[in-house]
């Protein structure tokens, strides 16, 4: 069988017009295909399956992983014995590397820093493909044979609001494809979400995108400026990603810009984990991927109630397997068929959201900023293992760092710094006070680390 680009888009459609039953096989097929690969290829997993089943079809068999014991064993892991952390930590320094094959193969991507320890990915071209022929077959879906036409009639051109300046997994795949030409890298356009947003305001009308990709908490900003008539661009379809979306920001976003938007859960573990509905569900692509939400000792979660975590395991990057990998996320399994009829499991997510940071100007008014504008910054800074930024008072910043070991933290602290003293002044905030807290980064009850917090509101917001 021959997985081509083609191929995977044809058995994609074939298979959600054969249904649940058809999905389910490709599933446990290719969970049994993926054990038996890392079995033979992957030092570690080889030890840790000692013992199971020759096929293994049923993902409760498996152990569960994590990052932080993955990431230990790096070497032993990864099915490329050409691969070794220190080589790929030592791409992922070299931002002129970005969005280039490491080894002449792979995408090499690093996490964004919204959600605890930091991660090295590599990513396979089986992976990315089957991430391409996803999405583009959600695309068809969310915009019909007549949004499609309107695009194309607009020049398609997408407008893709990323992190800059590292190897993070959204703006390392915007790259390649620019790198490695193609129609495809005409037609999209990268916007930094560490713009200042008057700057960012200005480029978007001057660009006049068709659609519109990126960071929830930047396009709630973006909300914002439209509804204040400094943006006025009327995108088609705009797709919030990364960071978790309730169903009123949604609508709001949705009548800002009167259009249709339509969200995405994923992961850099698995960027093709799921897509949204017009229903507000995330319906997992279970012929590519299994998700699980359990509860604290790893049992299942009964559907119709939110899990202490969730375990995913990709079943196309066959290079670094993540398999029974715990997400740290809390999720919902839809006990009936979801009302938009897709075939495909359907869940809600708790986990993840983005906050956005508040300030006041000296003129009685306010400037908001995305957690992603900060949490890259310093997800970046050589010599940070964990890091959590908290807004103390209107005006106040406390930072929190565990440097990495063998890193000077007088030099990282330094570097941290510079880099947000930067990103306020350029926001016209030069007068937010930035600590250093002596303590490190406290984490949560359940057991992550929110590395982003906005100042406590006396109010909460839409549930």
Same mark, same amino acid.
């Given at each position: 069988?021959?997985?081509? #680009?083609?191929?995977?888009? +044809? ?6 017009? *054969? ?5 389910? *096989?490709?599933? +446990? ?22 013992? =199971? ?7 409760? =068999? ?5 990052? #932080? ?28 590397? @970005? !969005? ?28 990315? /493909?089957?991430?391409?022929?996803? &999405? ?66 200005? $480029? ?14 930047? &396009? ?6 439209? $509804?204040?008539?400094? =943006?006025? &661009? ?34 850099? $573990? ?26 604290? /000792? ?25 398999? +029974?990998? /715990? ?19 359907? &869940? ?8 956005? %940071? ?27 293992? %964990?890091?959590?930024?908290? *807004? ?60 982003? @917090? ?6 909460? !917001?839409?549930?």
């Amino acid at each position: 069988m021959s997985e081509s #680009k083609a191929w995977l888009a +044809r058995d994609i459609r074939r298979a959600r017009r *054969q249904g649940t039953a058809a999905i389910m *096989q490709r599933q +446990r097929d290719r969970l049994a295909g993926m054990v038996a690969h890392v079995r033979a290829v992957s030092p570690y997993y080889r030890e840790l399956y000692r013992g =199971l089943p020759e096929r293994v079809e049923d993902p409760a =068999l498996l152990p569960v992983t994590d990052k #932080k014991t993955l990431m230990e064993h790096f070497d032993d892991w990864v099915t490329d014995p050409d691969i070794t952390q220190e080589k790929v930590r030592a791409f992922t320094g070299d931002p002129n590397l @970005i !969005g280039q094959r490491f080894l002449g193969k792979y995408l090499v991507a690093t996490t964004s820093g919204t959600s605890g320890r930091r991660g090295l990915f590599v990513l396979d071209d089986r992976s990315m /493909d089957v991430g391409s022929a996803v &999405i583009s077959r959600a695309f068809a879906s969310w915009m019909g044979p007549a949004g499609m036409l309107r695009a194309t009639v607009r020049g398609a051109r997408f407008a893709q609001l990323v992190a800059t300046g590292g190897h993070y997994a959204s703006y390392a795949g915007y790259s390649r494809v620019v790198r490695e030409g193609g129609r495809r890298g005409k037609l999209l356009r990268a916007f930094s979400v560490h713009m200042p947003m008057p700057q960012l305001v200005a $480029e978007l009308n001057a660009y006049r995108p068709a659609i519109v990709l990126g960071y929830t908490s930047t &396009i709630m900003l973006l909300a914002a400026e439209q $509804e204040a008539g400094r =943006l006025h &661009i009327d995108p088609l379809l705009i797709e919030p990603a990364g960071e978790t979306m309730t169903p009123h920001d949604t609508d709001r976003v949705a009548r800002a810009f009167r259009t249709t938007v339509r969200t995405v859960y994923a992961a850099t $573990e698995c960027m093709h984990l799921s897509t949204g509905c017009a229903e507000d569900w995330y319906h997992v692509n279970s012929d590519w991927a299994v998700l699980e939400p359990v509860d604290a /000792d790893h049992r299942p979660t009964p559907p119709g109630e939110f899990s202490h975590t969730v375990l995913i395991s990709n079943l196309a990057n066959r290079v670094q397997p993540f398999l +029974r990998y /715990d997400l740290g996320d809390s999720v919902l399994l839809r006990p009936d068929p979801c009302p938009c009829g897709s075939p495909l499991p359907a &869940i809600r997510v708790r986990g993840r959201a983005g906050d956005v %940071l508040t300030f006041p100007t000296g003129n009685g008014g306010h400037v908001s900023l995305s957690p992603l504008a900060f949490g890259t910054l310093v997800d970046r800074t050589p010599g940070i293992e %964990l890091f959590q930024i908290e *807004q103390t008072a209107p005006s106040t910043l406390r930072v929190r760092l565990l440097p990495a070991a063998g890193a000077d933290p007088d030099r990282a602290w330094q570097a941290v710094l510079q880099e947000l003293t930067r990103l306020l002044a350029g926001s016209g905030l030069g007068h937010v006070t930035v600590q250093r807290a002596e303590e490190p980064p406290r984490q949560a009850p359940g057991g992550k680390y929110r590395t982003v @917090i906005p100042l406590a509101s006396p109010a909460p !917001g839409p549930a």
